[in-house]
Each structure stands twice: as structure tokens, then as C-alpha cells.
């Protein structure tokens, strides 16, 4: 899934996306992106990749945290995400966060509780 996402959207070296860290379950893929744009600037942002296998065939839908994923984030990977991009996207990305933190036990968030720190590189 990696080598897909980075060789299709690439179109040439002043833009592009790299995965800077990435988790695969059996349902999903979930990565967290930066995209730079031809000016040089960065953005991170969250992916999530809804996995299907049928046979001989697989299929998948791709989506950013703001469009609040019906599926939730393995736990070593929302960590990591809650440190590199510590504000979610939108408020369905808050809500998918919140529902992420409730099930996995982790305290709500609160105004303020973000890391300190979340250089990018």
C-alpha cells in the first residue's frame, strides 16, 4: 500500500507525499502523510485506507481524518499521530479522535492538552 500511494501521487521532485509513519490491520491502512506542494510548503495529515480482499482481488477507499472513519486507529498508531499533528482536522476528525482516545482508555482531550513539542522532522 505505501509504494502505491507514494509512486502514484508523486508527479514530479518539487511535489509529492511521503509517509512518515504507517500501521496495516487486517481492515485498514493508516498513515500519517506530508505533502508538499510545488511552492515547498508542507502539510501533514492523516490517511486511512479502508482494506477489502475478495479473492483474488482487493480493493480499498481512502480518506483523511477529517472525513471521521468509521473504523478506529490501532493504539501504537494514534500515539504517534496524537504527537506529530496534535490538532485534528475538523470536527470529524476531533470526533474520530475522541472515539479513538474512548476506546482505547486514554483520558479525553482537553483545551490545551496537545504536546508541547511536534516538530515535524
Known amino acids: 500500500m505505501r509504494r502505491e500511494l507514494t509512486q502514484i501521487h508523486v ?10 509513519h504507517d500501521q496495516t490491520t487486517r481492515e485498514a491502512y493508516f498513515a500519517i502523510v506530508k505533502r508538499t506542494d510545488p511552492a515547498g510548503d508542507t502539510r ?8 477489502e480482499a475478495s479473492g483474488s482481488e482487493n480493493g480499498y477507499k481512502d480518506m483523511t481524518e477529517s472525513m471521521g472513519p468509521n473504523i478506529l486507529a490501532p493504539l501504537p498508531f494514534f500515539q504517534k499521530l496524537e504527537k506529530m499533528i496534535p490538532e485534528p ?8 479522535r475522541a472515539r479513538c482516545r ?3 482508555g486514554l483520558p479525553e482531550k482537553t483545551e490545551g492538552s496537545h504536546a508541547a513539542d511536534h516538530t515535524l522532522l
Open 89 to 96: 482536522d475538523g470536527k470529524y476528525a476531533a470526533e474520530w
Open 11 to 20: 508527479p514530479n521532485e518539487k511535489t509529492g507525499f511521503e509517509i512518515l
Open 102 to 104: 474512548a476506546h482505547h
Open 44 to 51: 501533514l495529515f492523516c490517511l486511512v485506507c479502508l482494506i
